[in-house]
T-cell receptor, first 114, second 113 residues
Framework: ETGVTQTPRHLVMGMTNKKSLKCEQHLGHNAMYWYKQSAKKPLELMFVYNFKEQTENNSVPSRFSPECPNSSHLFLHLHTLQPEDSALYLC?????????????FGPGTRLTVT | GDSVTQMEGPVTLSEEACLTINCTYTATGYPSLFWYVQYPGEGLQLLLKATKADDKGSNKGFEATYRKETTSFHLEKGSVQVSDSAVYFCALSDSQGAQKLVFGQGTRLTINP
């Protein structure tokens, strides 16, 4: 595997379900990000993790719960979602401290909440 | 705070036409500037970048020049192809030191044969 991978690629869940999205980066980076991409707001930053510590939470509802067990893996735990949470969820990684701000993105998980 | 404004889309062109997608930014410091591209069904890929004023980023026939005096980073290509159909995002690095990017709203480009 190379780059940033995300699983599953597609997910359909009911409003009462609990599911998790997984992201893994194979680039040796030390920062990881979750973004939400929808028609209404094209690219919203949700969470930032630097060295496994959460450094940013952009007023994301508590029904989204991130977890970063190590610098290579990032999860987004989902529970009691709403239909408006249907979107493409993108994971990204970067290397903090080098002055290079480039982020590398995964292919995304297309989430549909029914 | 920092912000990025892109030209409204969608943009539809014929193959071999010239392309310009406008991008202007507001930042208090000296950000790096990026263009990302998103092909259908995929995540974002870095297309090109520039790290300081007057730098020109280029890739796959696309170019953009970091213009500090006009706070702009317009994306240009002399002759577009059908395969260039995608959504293009302009972005800047946060000028307050936070390790994050600020994205524009994206411009959908469709190239007809």
């Amino acid at each position: 595997e190379t780059g940033v991978t995300q699983t599953p690629r597609h997910l359909v869940m009911g409003m009462t379900n609990k599911k998790s999205l997984k992201c893994e980066q194979h680039l040796g980076h030390n920062a990881m990000y979750w973004y939400k991409q929808s028609a209404k707001k094209p690219l919203e930053l949700m969470f930032v993790y630097n060295f496994k510590e959460q450094t940013e939470n952009n007023s994301v509802p508590s029904r989204f719960s991130p977890e970063c067990p190590n610098s290579s893996h990032l999860f987004l735990h989902l529970h009691t979602l709403q239909p408006e949470d249907s979107a493409l969820y993108l994971c990204a990684s970067s290397q903090v401290g080098t002055g290079d701000y480039e982020q590398y993105f995964g292919p995304g998980t297309r989430l549909t909440v029914t | 705070g920092d912000s990025v404004t892109q030209m409204e889309g969608p943009v539809t062109l014929s193959e071999e036409a010239c392309l310009t997608i406008n991008c202007t930014y507001t930042a208090t410091g000296y950000p790096s500037l990026f263009w990302y591209v998103q092909y259908p069904g995929e995540g974002l890929q870095l297309l090109l970048k520039a790290t300081k004023a007057d730098d020109k980023g280029s890739n796959k026939g696309f170019e953009a020049t970091y213009r500090k005096e006009t706070t702009s980073f317009h994306l240009e290509k002399g002759s577009v192809q059908v395969s260039d159909s995608a959504v293009y995002f302009c972005a800047l690095s946060d000028s307050q030191g936070a390790q994050k990017l600020v994205f524009g709203q994206g411009t959908r480009l469709t190239i007809n044969p």
